[in-house]
């Protein structure tokens, strides 16, 4: 894989769009009215944005899949954490949700070790037609990362199909949330580095 580059940022920012427009978590943070595409968009931008600045935005060789990677120590510049969540509360989330979305993503956060780790943000792939050789080739890269690094992987997913994916290539769920009235399940999932 490779870093996603200002050449290659439009693509990696398609390919999140499209696999997380329908994804419950997701459509769970914005605002649902009649722009909910582009605020999927500007989520998955901000996203996106986040990652490259702290170095973990990836792109497949053949730009069909994402990944975003990031050592959970990095942190933005202030200016740019500011900018990107005005923008979201703005374009996004809406004013109105804002607090209940820092609350969910606090709990969350909660969830996830203090100790350094990896935490795996997003995948997605462009097409299921080209899924597997795209799938095999992140799968590889964010293990060899991980044993390179001798630091574990943290992710969470809402999605049942995607948490059997994770299941498959050796992570194990650590711990479950209902949202609530939504009654989306969050799957807490981690994965050691040694596993082979």
Known sequence: MKSVSTENFTSALSILTTAFRENPGVLWVVKKDHKIASRVSVLCKFCLAVAKEKGGAFITHDDKGVALLIKSWKKQTPWNWLLGYVRLGQYCIGWTRALKIIKRERYIQSKRPKTKHLYFWMLAVKDHT????????????????????????????????????????????????ETGEEGIIVYFIRRDWKRT
Do not use: H
Not at 145 to 174: C, D, H, V, W
């Open 130 to 177: 080209y899924g597997l050789d795209t799938i095999k080739e992140i799968r590889d890269f964010v293990f060899e990362y991980s044993a390179k690094e001798q630091l574990p992987i943290y992710a969470e997913t809402t999605m049942k199909s995607t948490l059997n994916l994770y299941l498959r290539y050796g992570f194990e769920i650590y711990d479950t949330w």
